[in-house]
């Protein structure tokens, strides 16, 4: 499948199962304002093993599969590793926080806008701030050109850590 068909179902078959995660990605950047597409889910998990608790049971829901098309199982995972799978609905690539600021698992959640979906739907999107980091580090073109358009959206975009000019 390319692009994300059904984001709602994927974050319904998160919640459903009690995972706890952040939206980040494209999907936190449409949720902060800016008008793009994208082609995948994006989240944060704890980096703790509680951090995959509930993702059986949505990745059974979701029927995920690996790269090669095999059920996909927290079994194949290896902890705290960045993982990608494709499901029913769309991509989803989840990422586990980093252990040290300014991208705390803890500071993360907590720092999370809680938002409501038409559906109903709730979630919890990554911080403006935690937003601009994970982009700079990510450092893709398409990560500056988020950052641009948020700073279109917003004015100045927060820094919680410095930028090293290359």
């Known amino acids: 499948m390319s692009g994300v068909g059904d984001p709602v179902a994927i974050f319904t078959a998160l919640n459903d199962a009690a995972v706890d995660y952040v939206v980040i990605g494209g999907m936190a950047v449409i949720l902060h304002g800016v008008v793009r597409t994208t082609m995948d889910v994006d989240i944060m998990i704890s980096p703790l093993p509680t951090g995959r608790d509930?993702?059986?049971?949505a990745f059974a829901a979701l029927e995920a599969t690996d790269r090669g098309g095999e059920p996909f199982g927290i079994q194949g995972w290896p902890q705290g590793e960045n993982v990608r799978v494709t499901t029913a609905c769309g991509p989803l690539d989840i990422m586990p926080a980093d252990s040290g600021p300014p991208l705390e698992w803890?500071?993360?959640?907590?720092?999370a806008r809680r938002v409501i979906?038409?559906?109903?739907?709730e979630l919890k999107v990554v911080s403006l701030e935690h937003l601009v980091v994970l982009k700079q580090r990510a450092g893709r073109y398409t990560d500056l050109?988020?950052?641009?358009?948020l700073e279109c959206v917003h004015g100045p975009l927060p820094l919680l850590e410095p930028v090293?000019?290359?």
């Open 54 to 57: 509930g993702f059986e049971t």
């Open 106 to 111: 803890a500071d993360i959640r907590n720092a």
């Open 117 to 121: 979906l038409a559906s109903g739907c």
């Open 145 to 149: 050109a988020d950052l641009e358009s």
């Open 164 to 166: 090293v000019a290359s």
